[in-house]
C-alpha cells in the first residue's frame, strides 16, 4: 500500500467517483488511477466502490472506512513534509488559493507581490469563487485556504480567522437623480430605483433583501453579475443603481460614477480566511495571511490552523484601499 494509491482514491472520491475528472486534477491518467485502485483493493482483500459496468457508481461500507483513515493518512503525510520545510527553511512550495472574483482582482495583487518578494521559489495558483458562493471541498480540494465574506456577525462554519472589514458603496452615473444627494441614499430611495448588484443578493437569504423586507421594501434587480466590474459597465450603460463592495473601487472609478456610501442599515461585512486545519502550516502561508491581517499573531494562527482551541481575534481593521496592506 502506497500514498501514491491512497491519494488517487481521495481524488477519485473528491469528483464525486469520476475518474477522468479525478485524473485532471492530480495531473494523472485514467488507466493510472484504475490501475492504483485496482491494487490497492487487490492489497485489502475488499472492493471500495460498487460499480455498474466500469462505472463507479457508490462507495461501499468498507470503502468509507478506508476513505476515512486515507484522508488521515495522507493529511498526517502531509504535515510531516510541511514540518520538515519549515525546518529546513525551504522557500518552496505551492499556495492555493480559493476567492471571489472581487479579491483575486483588487485585494490580492499587492499581498501577493510582497509575498513572492520574500518566497520567490513560491508557486501560487488562484482558483476563482463565484461572489457569495460556499466553498466546496469536493470542487475545490487541494485549496490551502479559502477567502470568503460575510455580513454582520455571521461566522463561516469550520477554521476561520477573521481578517479585515469592509463595506458596500452605491454607483451610479453622474447625470443620476442620487448623484446629486451628496451622502448615503436611505434604504427608500434606493429601492425607488432598480439595482445592478452581485448575484448572490438575489437570493431570499441575502442581508440585502432581509434589511430590505425589515423595512417593508422590495428590492427590483435590473442585472446581477458575480463580477464587479461586470456590474461597472451594467451601470454605465444606464441598466440601474449599482451597489458594490468598496474593494472593488478604483481611482478610475470616481470619474466614471458617483460613488456614495450605502445606508449604514447595510451592516458591515467581514473578511474570512478559511483553513482546512488539522496539519502543519508552512511559513509562507502564515505569511499570506498576516499581509491580509497584521493583527494576527503568528503564534495564533498556527494554533487555530492546527486544531487546538481559538483566540480571541482582535477586532478586523478597515479595509483602506490606500493602505494597499503595506503594514
Known sequence: MTLIELRCLLAIVDAELNISTAAQRIHGTQPSLSRHLKQLEDELGFQLFTRHGRCLVGITPGGQEVIRVARRIVSDAASLRAYAANLRG?????????????YARHVLPPVLARLVKRYPRLNVR??????????DRQTHHDADIVLVSTAGDRAPEGIALPLFRWKRVVLV????PLARLGRAPSL?????WSLVTYEASRRPDSTLRCVLEQAGLRARFACSAQDADLIKVYVRAGLGVGLVAELAIEPADH???VVLPADPVLPECIA??????????????VDFIRLLAPQLDALDVRRRFEGTAA?????PRQWAAEAAFAA
Open 272 to 285: 474570512w480566511a478559511q483553513l482546512p486545519g488539522g496539519r502543519v502550516m508552512r511559513d509562507y502561508t
Open 311 to 315: 483566540p480571541v481575534w482582535p477586532v
Open 126 to 135: 488562484i482558483q476563482t469563487l463565484g461572489e457569495g458562493e460556499c466553498f
Open 90 to 102: 525551504d522557500t518552496s512550495g505551492d499556495l492555493v488559493v480559493a476567492t471571489a472574483q472581487t
Open 255 to 257: 470619474k466614471n460614477f
Open 173 to 176: 452615473e453622474r447625470t443620476h
Open 188 to 192: 427608500a430611495e434606493m429601492a425607488e
